[in-house]
Each structure stands twice: as structure tokens, then as C-alpha cells.
């Protein structure tokens, strides 16, 4: 799944054969600044991001890559470390107060990380760390001074690009600052290797930042699928749940904030009560998550929507959730809709979809990848809610349409687990080594 992407746009896998005669990294450090792996996603500034750093560094260390996760305190009881699982170590630092400092204020703490990040280090021998992989930008800048003061390759993920956030906003949403802008193109320029999501976001990489094609691989994210499965079923998720069996459940699982717009969601649904009062006895609309980034300044405006749109009868605000309770979820709805108006890849897309329910999402960033068009679910061009409901009316009327598309879904998810995803990482590291100790050589030659 690792690719090479060139200056023409053309992609070739990159040759993982010759790269294995070469040494993988023994220990990993990898940085994540603002969210803790061990935090529950769908609150706060915690998403994607986290599973797939707890699911990645699992996998790693379960192909002997050793991973130790540097992420910032929230709490002062916080235990310096934490063994998340064999082979992967949890190292809270302390950078700034431990509650109640947003993601924008971060950037001043990182001094403060970096230090903490260098503490540990000097407490162990020479050669400890093979390798930094910093998670999204303000672990990168950490992780750029700490791959240079120990003499070790940096391979960064975006997760999210500030210029492409910013070509991509919601109405009224705010855009990202210029620093990021700024220590986004340095990072692309300092890092060995760049990881990408999709083959999308690193032509993004490229064209937006100017980066090195060689220097960019794209590997898909997973998906646990042990968790994200169809199980025993809808109806008994439905169940489990307290959710009518013959219901049409559209499902919105994720962080309340404009950039995933689940205002769409509420909206598609006025629309179609608006053309079908029929349905308003038999539809129940899940939302599954908590305020997040520009969404805390609001946290009670989509209850509010619901209020004015006239469907609050029909909405369910639930708090966030377990991983195994939304796979419940997800196996209860009739199909997961995402609006989102950027996703660099939306690995809730995929852990639907494996959990046996189609996805109607936004035509954007790495959702095309993630949903194949008609067959696993729908993929929407724009944000017009009428778009949507117009999708949702035909899963309100053909009910085979559900197990149809989700049983192509769950086939479809197969191919994304995570073992796939850290094999093509691990090829990443090895050849972000490969490249390192030529740059090396060529500097002391």
C-alpha cells in the first residue's frame, strides 16, 4: 500500500523487496503533541488521529518495531508511563498547565515538550531511538529538532494540511493561522519521509507545499477488524441500542465542529420530512460525539438547528462513545453519513463500512478512496442538503438497499487492516534510514 508519487502526478508502488534487505528501526519515538493516544476519540481534539496512532503502534511493535508515544500531560495524576500494549510505551510529558489549553495555544508550549522529550532521551544510552515519527504539525516541529540533536531520520504525518482546511472551510468556520502555514512547509522540508494517507493528499503535499515527490509515500490508514464487523447484526445492535428495528437510522459518529458538518445531516433530514411527513414515524438520526475546535464556542448550536428545523423529535444527541460501542452503532444504522468538508482520508468511513453499513459522505480528500461510489455506499459532490436527502429517500424507500451496499461494504473494508498499513510503514522507516545515512555520507564526505 506504500506509493511513490511523482512530479507528473504518476504513482508506482514503491519496490518493498529491496527495501527489507535493509534494516528496519529497532525503537521508534513517536510524537503526539495535542491528543493522547489514550484519550476517547470523538471528544475534544481527539478523532482519527488517535486510533490510528494506538492501532498503528500496536501492529508496529507486533513486527518487533519497538514504539514509545510522547504525548502532552492533561492531568496531573497522569502516571509518567503508561504500557498501552507489549512493545508500546505511553510517555506523558509536562508542557503547560494540564487543563484547559486549547490546540491553538499549543504552539507555545512546545518548547516546553521538546524539553521533556529531551529529558527522556538523555536517561537512556546513545542510539536509544532509530527513528522520530511525529503525528500532525506541532509534534513535527518537536520531532525536527529531536531527529537532528539525535543523528536519526524524521518521517512525518500530515493528518490535516492548513492550506488545504483553509481552500475547504465551512461557512463561518475559522481558518487556520499563518503559523501553521509557516511550520507546516518546514517540517516538509526537514523530514526524511512524508506520510500521506492517500495518493490525494500527497499530490497535496507536493503541489501545496512543495515537496520532495521521493521523499513522499502514501499509505492507507486501517481498520481493526476484529472490533468492525458485522457481528450478530443490525437487529440486534438495534437492540442493544433501544432503536426501532424498521426505523431508517442515518448515523453522524464523530467531533461536533463545522469542518464535519453535521449541520448537512439535520438539514438533508428537514428536507426530506419537508417532501415525505410520511416518514417522520419511522426515522431516528443518531448523532454520536462531542463539541470539538471551532465547534466549543457553540456546543449547543446543532441542538439548536434541530430546534429551528423543526426535527428535534427525531434527533438523538448521544455523548462519545467506546470503540466497541460504535460498532454498535454503526451496525444499528442504516447508513453513516459524512458531510465533512475536508477528511484527509475518514476512518470512520471505513470502520463503518466494516461493521457491514454503507457510507453517504461528501465527495472530498480521501473519502473517494475510502467509499467506492454506488457499491459501498454514495458520494456527494458539494454540501447542498437536498443532495443528501435526496440519497436518504431512496434508503428510506428500497429497504434492500442497507444490506445490499453493506455487504459489499464489509468486503470492501477487508483490504484496509491495520497489519497491511504498519508493513507499508515499516517499509517507510526503512527506506527514511536508507536515506538518512546517504545524507550522512555525503555531508562528511
Not at 458539494?382 to 431512496?394: E, F, I, W
Amino acid at each position: 500500500m506504500s506509493q511513490y508519487v511523482s512530479r507528473l502526478g504518476r504513482r508506482s508502488p514503491a519496490p518493498p523487496t529491496r527495501l527489507r534487505l535493509h534494516r528496519r528501526p529497532r525503537r521508534v519515538a513517536m510524537l503526539s503533541v495535542h491528543t493522547s493516544p489514550l484519550h476517547q476519540p470523538g471528544t475534544g481534539d481527539a478523532g482519527g488521529m488517535n486510533v490510528y496512532i494506538v492501532e498503528l503502534a500496536q501492529r508496529l511493535a507486533a513486527i518487533n518495531i519497538e514504539v514509545e508515544i510522547f504525548t502532552r500531560a492533561t492531568a496531573a495524576a497522569l502516571p509518567p508511563t503508561v504500557e498501552l500494549a507489549p512493545g508500546v510505551l505511553v510517555r506523558h510529558v509536562d508542557a503547560g498547565p494540564y487543563e484547559g489549553l486549547a490546540k491553538e495555544d499549543l504552539p507555545a508550549q512546545l518548547c516546553a515538550f521538546t524539553h521533556g522529550v529531551m529529558q527522556a532521551w538523555a536517561g537512556h544510552r546513545p542510539g536509544h531511538y532509530d527513528l522520530v515519527h511525529s503525528h500532525y504539525w506541532l509534534s513535527g516541529h518537536v520531532g525536527w529538532l529531536a531527529a537532528q540533536r539525535w543523528g536519526v531520520p524524521l518521517v512525518h504525518a500530515m493528518h490535516t494540511m492548513a492550506k488545504v482546511k483553509n481552500a475547504n472551510l465551512a461557512e463561518g468556520d475559522t481558518p487556520e493561522p499563518a503559523a501553521r502555514v509557516i511550520g507546516e512547509t518546514q517540517i516538509v522540508d526537514a523530514a526524511d519521509r512524508l506520510i500521506a494517507n492517500t495518493a490525494e493528499e500527497a499530490t497535496e503535499l507536493i503541489d501545496h507545499y512543495s515537496a520532495d515527490p521521493a521523499k513522499v509515500a502514501a499509505v492507507h490508514p486501517g481498520v481493526n477488524l476484529d472490533r468492525f464487523r458485522p457481528a450478530d447484526g443490525r437487529a440486534a445492535a438495534r437492540a442493544r441500542l433501544d432503536l426501532p428495528q424498521d426505523a431508517l437510522i442515518p448515523l453522524f459518529a464523530g467531533r461536533i465542529q463545522p469542518l464535519k458538518a453535521p449541520d448537512i445531516l439535520l438539514r438533508a433530514v428537514a428536507a426530506l420530512l419537508d417532501e415525505r411527513p410520511d416518514l417522520r414515524s419511522r426515522i431516528v438520526v443518531p448523532v454520536v460525539g462531542g463539541p470539538s475546535g471551532s465547534g466549543l464556542a457553540k456546543p449547543e448550536g446543532l441542538q439548536k438547528l434541530a430546534a429551528r428545523l423543526g426535527i428535534a423529535d427525531v434527533v438523538r444527541f448521544r455523548p462519545p462513545v467506546g470503540q466497541e460501542q460504535l460498532a454498535d452503532w454503526f451496525r444499528a444504522a442504516s447508513v453513516l453519513v459524512m458531510p465533512s468538508y475536508s477528511e484527509s482520508f475518514g476512518l470512520v468511513a471505513i470502520e463503518a463500512q466494516a461493521a457491514g453499513t454503507p457510507v453517504l459522505a461528501a465527495a472530498v480528500g480521501g473519502l473517494p478512496v475510502a467509499v467506492r461510489n454506488e457499491e459501498t455506499g454514495f458520494l456527494v459532490r458539494g454540501h447542498n442538503p437536498t443532495d443528501y436527502a435526496r440519497v436518504l429517500r431512496s434508503f428510506a424507500d428500497d429497504p434492500t438497499l442497507t444490506p445490499r451496499l453493506g455487504a459489499a461494504a464489509a468486503a470492501h473494508a477487508q483490504s484496509f487492516g491495520w497489519d497491511t498499513a504498519a508493513a507499508a510503514t515499516a517499509d517507510v522507516y526503512t527506506a527514511a534510514m536508507q536515506a538518512h545515512r546517504r545524507r550522512v555520507r555525503s555531508q562528511h564526505g
